[in-house]
């Protein structure tokens, strides 16, 4: 995919979640949703947009492992900021989110094969 989809698509988005999980004031993130409704949106979209930027049809696993170490990562920065904290429920919302991601990547491009194929 061209370089400028994927900084539209992936990177900017990456690099706006990458801004709430490690601002170390938890009140700057908006707070109208709740936090594992954000992360399971966050998740999901992340994934799907990594899967379809990057990745063939049907070749999900590199964005699940990647996906999952951001997980991770914001988890372990989170337990470093004093006014933040590192949660295991968030972490299982993320793992949900990747899941979600990878389905609607699976399912988008098995109809897209099909349409391609008629």
Known sequence: MKAGVA????????GISAYFA???DPSAVPSEFDDR?????????LTAALCF???????????SVWMLGYGVLIEVVQFFEPE????LGDLGIDVLGIA????VFLAVTTVRGKRLSA
């Open 7 to 14: 900084i539209l698509f992936f990177w900017v988005p990456l």
């Open 22 to 24: 490690f601002v170390p």
């Open 100 to 103: 979600l991601g990878i389905a």
């Open 84 to 87: 933040r904290s590192f949660e």
């Open 37 to 45: 409704l954000l992360h399971g949106f966050t998740f999901t979209y």
């Open 53 to 63: 930027t990057y990745y063939e049809a049907r070749v999900f696993w590199p964005a």
